[in-house]
């Protein structure tokens, strides 16, 4: 049974025609002027300035972790608990859309348009290398390189990726998906979703500062992709075509993804977004095939149907270790970032997550997003992590070394090498990080652009322009984080970001509850009643 309802917002927006409401379409003049200084702002003064930049990035995160890490480990937690209250609760049979309308995707696009919009691209960066990170550094004061340090370095990056940061993501999905849908409101803006929560409803400042800081917490969140994928790219392009990796080539890599994301932008959502995730999805899996079935199968099982169990028996525990007593700093550098990435990223992830979820219930939306996005995560995690432990432990290849002299990227490529036919390999590699940050940063520009326009309905898109600009912002941010580098400096981003974010979250979770509760009463009693 499908709930719904069709709400006339109190400033009539919906009694607007076709014609009238193609002409309300319009920038938001103050919100786009002042998120493009500040992006190209900060941008330039960290390319031009890279020393003080990266110093004061460093300073500001190492401040934010000693002292609202513990904030930062409930912020985790909790929208999977909230996200599980909606689907199995009262609620969790609301449709987004009228009780006869089908899903505007199919299910495969759907998943494919949600996994390479946002972990996708990364997943390939950290996912050979994680696990070392973790066997150098164990958590629990574990010995490094010890038999239940390997074990762990495979159970930690699928809690990392799994099933708490894409609660992190549905979370803002359902409020704004019940905004455009139910509640028919024209906009695609993060404000109009903490409407219920905003403490001065007629205060437009308040409103712009709290898109502006959501626009900041997204560029951030892609800033530390960017950060971490411009390498990856490169390393991999100057392993497959035997060139020096440099600045250079890393400048070019830029160029190139600017020109992809920037003309796919352009395109829109169906012609360019879509297409793109459709095909990388099917080079995912290839990847997946060739390290299982090339690599050492077995032991990949063995490996993963353990973590399963370390994973179930530990959840608790991972979720909020915060190390007080030795504090060896691996909550902070690790699970406390984490959550602060996937927080800055969530308002760009709820956005998109809900412009594509059209002709779906809160629960399918809920378990959709979660479940597809768990399985995706743990079955590349599995895979990836495993074989890498596997190299290792085996003495066949030196993936700590490699990590340790140069760099992640590198070992990404070293460990492709091991795989057979490691040219063929190192293309798809190649091609799908590629097309994976393509439409990453395709959604954010999609996003961005979308939160900077006025009067813009669900099946609608910003203007092609406005789209076009915040593709070159990202780009100019890739420029800035390349000539600043370094490992830390890229996290910092996302913990910077993130701050002002979690507070957004809650604003967005209350206004949600106020107008499911307004707008379904009947819903509170015992035997829920349609409203058909």
């Known amino acids: 049974m499908c709930y719904h309802v069709f709400l006339i917002p109190i400033d009539g927006r919906n009694l607007l025609s076709s014609e009238q409401f193609e002409s309300s379409i319009k920038l938001d003049t103050p919100v786009f002027a002042i998120s493009v200084i500040l992006v190209f702002v900060s941008s330039g003064l960290m390319g031009f300035f890279p020393e003080a930049g990266a110093q ?3 300073s500001a995160m190492n401040f934010i972790l000693r002292h609202a890490g513990w904030l930062y480990l409930i912020a985790g937690i909790l929208p999977l608990l909230f996200c599980g209250w909606l689907a199995f609760g009262r609620y969790g049979d609301i449709k987004f ?21 946002s972990m996708g691209a990364s997943l ?26 390997f074990e762990w370095a495979h159970v930690y990056p699928i809690f990392h990726w799994g099933i708490a940061p894409w609660a992190i993501y549905c979370l803002p999905a359902i409020p704004v998906a019940y ?83 920037g003309t796919s932008s ?80 969530a308002p760009m992830m709820g956005l998109f997550f809900a412009r594509i979820s059209r002709g779906r ?55 492709i090498a091991q795989l057979p036919f490691p040219a063929i390999v190192l293309a798809i590699t190649t091609i799908a990080s590629l097309i994976f940050y393509a439409t990453t940063f395709d959604s954010a520009a999609f996003v961005l652009a979308s939160i900077c326009t006025l009067g813009l309905k669900g099946d609608q898109e910003p203007k092609k322009e406005n789209r076009l600009i915040w593709a070159l912002a990202l780009g100019f941010v890739a420029v800035g984080l390349a000539l600043a580098g370094g490992f830390e400096t890229v996290k910092s981003m996302s913990v910077i970001s993130s701050l002002p974010v979690i507070p957004i979250l809650v604003m967005m979770c209350v206004t949600l509850v106020f107008w499911l509760r307004s707008d379904f009463p ?9 409203l058909d």
């Not at 077995?298 to 179930?312: A, E, M, S």
């Open 56 to 58: 004061h990035s460093l």
């Open 97 to 117: 859309g009228a009780a006869d309308e089908k899903p505007e995707y199919s299910t495969l696009s759907w998943v494919g348009l949600m996994f390479t919009g």
């Open 124 to 149: 390939i960066a950290w996912g050979f290398a994680e696990p070392i990170f973790y066997l150098q550094t164990p958590p629990f004061g574990i010995e490094p390189y010890t038999p239940e340090a």
């Open 179 to 261: 905004m455009l849908y139910v509640r028919k409101v024209p906009s695609l803006k993060i404000s109009d979703s903490c409407e219920a929560a905003m403490p001065h409803k007629k205060n437009r400042l308040a409103w712009i500062l709290l898109d502006v800081f959501v626009v900041i917490g997204i560029v951030g969140g892609v800033a530390t992709s960017i950060g971490f994928g411009v390498p990856l790219v490169s390393s991999l392009l100057s392993e497959l075509f035997n060139i020096e990796d440099n600045i250079l080539l890393q400048l070019v890599v830029i160029a190139l993804w600017t020109a992809i994301f």
């Open 266 to 345: 352009y395109l829109g959502l169906k012609r360019g977004i879509k297409v793109l995730s459709d095909f990388n999805v099917w080079l995912f899996f290839i990847l997946m095939a060739i390290v299982l079935l090339a690599g050492p199968t077995l032991y990949l099982l063995n490996i993963t149907v353990n973590t399963v169990g370390l994973w179930l028996n530990n959840f608790i525990r991972m979720s909020f270790w915060t190390d007080p007593i030795q504090q060896g700093g691996f909550p902070e550098a690790w699970t406390i970032f984490y959550w602060a990435w996937w927080i800055a990223y």
């Open 361 to 415: 219930t809160i629960k399918q939306v809920v378990l959709g997003v979660i479940g597809f996005g768990c399985l995706g995560t743990f079955l590349f995690l599995s895979l990836a992590g495993g074989y890498v432990l596997y190299l290792e432990g085996a003495e066949l290849l030196d993936a700590s070394g490699i990590l340790h002299n140069q760099g992640m990227s590198k070992l990404v490529s070293a460990v």
């Open 522 to 530: 009947k819903l509170s009693e015992k035997k829920p009643v349609t």
